[in-house]
């Protein structure tokens, strides 16, 4: 089983910048895919990036590319997701997840992920 634990959220006002982290116990990441997501209140939870195994791939939600950037240290079991410009509409709780297989052609569904995170929550100030 992998446990995973995001932090680093907070209150940041727009245009800013946050980084949330995404540690992991268990097993060891480097088997697995990662992918972020998000869920906003009333909304439902959307993908937000995805990154290989070995971080030779990555792909992004159209709303966050040239912003958002995922990363991962697999020495440290922890994979990153460093949001640049800041808007408001990014206002969400932020959510990682852990598959065991990623073609890195498409994205996944979330259903197509084996386990998450209990999420940290991200606001954006006007």
């Known amino acids: 089983q992998v446990q995973l634990v995001e932090s680093g959220g907070g209150l940041v006002q727009a245009g800013g910048s946050l980084r949330v982290s995404c540690a992991a116990s268990?097993?060891?990441?480097?088997?697995?895919?990662m992918g972020w997501f998000r869920q906003a209140p009333g909304e439902e939870r959307e993908f937000v990036a995805i990154i290989s195994w070995s971080g030779a791939r990555t792909n992004y939600a159209d709303s966050v590319k040239g912003r958002f950037t995922v990363s991962r240290d697999n020495a440290k079991n922890t994979v990153f997701l460093q949001m640049n410009k800041l808007k408001p509409e990014d206002t969400a709780v932020y959510y990682c997840?852990?598959?065991?297989?990623?073609?890195?052609?498409?994205?996944?569904?979330?259903?197509?992920?084996?386990?998450w995170g209990q999420g940290t929550q991200v606001t954006v100030s006007s």
């Open positions: 268990g097993r060891t990441l480097s088997r697995y895919a």
């Open positions: 997840a852990a598959a065991d297989f990623w073609g890195g052609s498409s994205r996944l569904r979330a259903d197509e992920y084996n386990y």
